[in-house]
């Protein structure tokens, strides 16, 4: 299915619960300017909001993931007054920010599916998801270096939990590009596989990871996205809240019920077969 709502830059397919987010500006390999950064922010709410959607996959149109934000849009900030610059770049980082915040903190599994360039903002993006399968062509870049910036889209955060500290320094400070194999290697990406195959690929990953109890899933992955950063008591406590609600879910009842309706059926088979068992045994008369 196809959502109806008219877009330039975000595509949104929803199909057997699985939402296929794709980023469409192919002619400037998905750079992100101010628009698409709003429909994405859009399209991610809408997600997140529909029961029907157990997973997403978020992918680039063209061969290529994201190229990171739009080098001009770079040109007309720098063109405003000098008093302006500041107070209007941070304007736009929070609209950055909660892009990524809300990829970051669906409630539900999130998959990026990488081909072609995911520099930049662009491998921030791919990294503020659960999981990433790369495309043979992948290539990921913290590009920030080269423009005299520093990671904007999460990139610190998110990328020393997936490579360590000091890889992460390596590989930010640097700014080299790390093609597909080498990003499997070291933990950058978690699977690898054809071009051709990449988006099915990933598709079907989601689907696998998105098959549980909604609930468990969205409070279970809350709690290990802070798990870095809480000491063990309060990972305790939040697990004790989350269990507690999940006691009373639709699926926690009738996973109990059916274990235990299969169990019966098996003790009773069990005793079935004991019987004609003894039957067998005992001597004729």
């Known amino acids: 299915m196809t959502d109806t709502p008219v877009r330039q830059f975000v595509d949104l397919v929803v199909e057997n619960g699985i939402a296929t987010v794709t ?30 959607v157990r997973a997403v996959v978020i992918t680039g149109r063209g061969g290529a993931f994201c190229a ?29 920010h909660r892009s990524i915040a809300s990829l970051h903190q669906m409630g539900k599994p999130t998959v990026a599916a990488v ?17 990433i399968v790369a495309g043979e062509s992948a ?10 910036l520093v990671p904007d889209g999460g990139g610190l ?18 700014g080299r590009r790390v093609k597909a194999d080498e990003a499997l290697r070291i933990g950058l990406a978690d699977r690898l596989v054809s071009d051709t195959d990449l988006l099915a690929t ?13 609930v468990a899933l969205a409070l279970t992955k ?14 305790f406590a939040l697990g004790r809240q989350a269990q507690a609600i999940c006691y009373t879910t639709t699926a926690h009842r009738e996973s109990v019920e059916a274990f235990l309706s299969k169990a019966e059926r098996k003790e009773a088979d069990r005793r079935s077969t004991a019987r004609e068992g003894t039957d067998r045994q005992e001597p004729s008369r």
């Open 157 to 174: 955060y998110f990328l020393p939990r997936r490579v360590g500290l000091p890889r992460a320094k390596e590989l930010i400070f640097s």
């Open 222 to 235: 809350s709690i290990l996205d802070r798990t870095f950063e809480l000491p063990e008591e309060q990972v």
């Open 23 to 52: 980023l469409s500006r192919p002619e400037v390999r998905n750079a992100i300017h101010d628009a698409m950064r709003a429909e994405l922010i859009g399209v991610l709410d809408r997600v997140a909001e529909d029961e029907a």
């Open 202 to 214: 990933a598709q079907a990953w989601a689907a696998e990871l998105g098959a549980g109890s909604p």
């Open 115 to 131: 081909a072609g360039a995911a520099v930049g903002l662009g491998c921030d993006l791919a990294l503020c998801c659960d999981f």
């Open 68 to 96: 990171g934000g739009d080098v001009s849009g770079m040109r007309t900030r720098l063109a405003e007054p000098a008093g302006e610059i500041a107070f209007n770049g941070w304007r736009r980082q929070r609209k950055t």
């Open 139 to 148: 290539v990921f870049a913290m590009s920030f270096i080269h423009r005299g």
